[in-house]
Nanobody, 119 residues
Framework: QVQLVESGGGLVQPGGSLRLSCAASGSIASIYNMRWYRQAPGEQRDFVADITREGTTNYADSVKGRFTISRDNSKKMVYLQIQDLKPEDTAVYYC?????????????WGQGTQVTVSS
């Protein structure tokens, strides 16, 4: 059984910063790409950022320059550093990872962590 657990969300004032974390656990053989998505109220879930095992990153245009994705392979962790938060960043942020176990390789999702940007 594979689990992804996000943490680090909360209520932040505009212009503030946050660091989201996501921990993978379970019977994991390998973790390939790791991603962050977000879903605002009443909206679809949108891609935010991706990082390969080797550290190559890719971002949605809307977050370039303010969001930084990173990972620690030894800890099976992925992070999302968010700077200069804006009210439109308010959303549930989800961790997503392509993980292989002894029986399958598939995408897994975490339960999400709420980020609210408000004064």
């Amino acid at each position: 059984q594979v689990q992804l657990v996000e943490s680090g969300g909360g209520l932040v004032q505009p212009g503030g910063s946050l660091r989201l974390s996501c921990a993978a656990s379970g019977s994991i053989a390998s973790i390939y790409n790791m991603r962050w998505y977000r879903q605002a109220p009443g909206e679809q879930r949108d891609f935010v950022a991706d990082i390969t095992r080797e550290g190559t990153t890719n971002y949605a245009d809307s977050v370039k320059g303010r969001f930084t994705i990173s990972r620690d392979n030894s800890k099976k962790m992925v992070y999302l550093q968010i700077q200069d938060l804006k009210p439109e960043d308010t959303a549930v942020y989800y961790c997503n990872a392509y993980i292989s176990t002894s029986t399958s390789t598939q995408w897994y999702w975490g339960q999400g962590t709420q980020v609210t940007v408000s004064s």
